[in-house]
């Protein structure tokens, strides 16, 4: 079945210090892949996307996000957090050539940032 | 351009009723997908209206059901309403052509008591 793992529920990094979110996939093919973030009572924001070409993908915000086939991941990263960085964050992915609208999400990761 | 308008943005209501959302896509989008939010089970797709047609469903019970319009605008429906239908709903808009990612609108909360 086509699933989605963010294995950390809730991470708390510094202000200023790096951040790596983690995402795999189960997928027959791969998927086109999605980031995004939720602030409190709000929508999604999308991040970035990935659907074929450079593995390394750039996003809003000062995110980016590498796609290894060989590890099904799709991690997130950001060299220097802020503190309006502290949300929920997102993993998605949906078929190639998504027909159906239906995204897959991963039960999301929480950040916390300390001053 | 607009983003995605979803009303209204709070909802109570006693569990028995029905209920009526309603969400407005971003100008050209064809494509509206609904999505359910709640602490217990995340974020679950419930189904996807591609010009006026349902292209693709979630499992969810028949009591969810949706309709487009021709201008795109979408409703969505829960019929006798259960205390577990007390979630979030988010609607998504894409061009429907293709995955060039979804733009969210802020949700609708609903509560039912």
């Known amino acids: 079945a086509q699933s989605v793992t963010q294995p950390d529920i809730h991470i708390t990094v510094s202000e200023g210090a790096s951040l790596e979110l983690r995402c795999n996939y189960s997928y027959g093919a791969t998927p086109y892949l999605f980031w995004y973030v939720q602030s409190p009572g709000q929508g999604l924001q999308l991040l970035l996307k990935?659907?074929?070409?450079?593995?390394l993908v750039q996003g809003i915000k000062g995110f980016e996000a590498e796609f290894k086939r060989s590890q099904s991941s799709f991690n997130l990263r950001k060299p220097s957090v802020h503190w309006s960085d502290a949300a929920e964050y997102f993993c998605?992915?949906?078929?190639?050539?998504?027909?159906?609208?239906?995204?897959?999400f991963g039960q999301g990761t929480e950040l916390s940032v300390k001053p | 351009k607009a983003g995605v308008t979803q009303t209204p943005r709070y909802l109570i209501k006693t569990r028995g009723q029905q209920v009526t959302l309603s969400c407005s896509p971003i100008?050209?989008?064809?494509?509206v997908s609904w999505y359910q939010q709640t602490p217990g089970q995340g974020l679950q797709f419930l189904f996807e209206?591609?010009?006026?047609?349902?292209?693709n469903k979630g499992n969810f019970p028949g009591r969810f059901s949706g309709r487009q319009f021709s201008n795109s605008r979408s409703e969505m429906n829960v019929s006798t309403l259960e205390l577990g239908d007390s979630a979030l709903y988010l609607c998504?808009?894409?061009?429907?052509?293709?995955?060039?990612?979804?733009?969210f609108g802020s949700g609708t909360r609903l509560t039912v008591v």
């Open positions: 998605a992915v949906a078929p190639a050539g998504n027909q159906g609208g239906k995204l897959i």
């Open positions: 209206y591609f010009s006026e047609t349902q292209r």
């Open positions: 998504a808009s894409s061009s429907g052509t293709g995955g060039y990612g979804y733009t």
């Open positions: 100008s050209g989008h064809r494509s």
């Open positions: 990935y659907f074929s070409g450079d593995t």
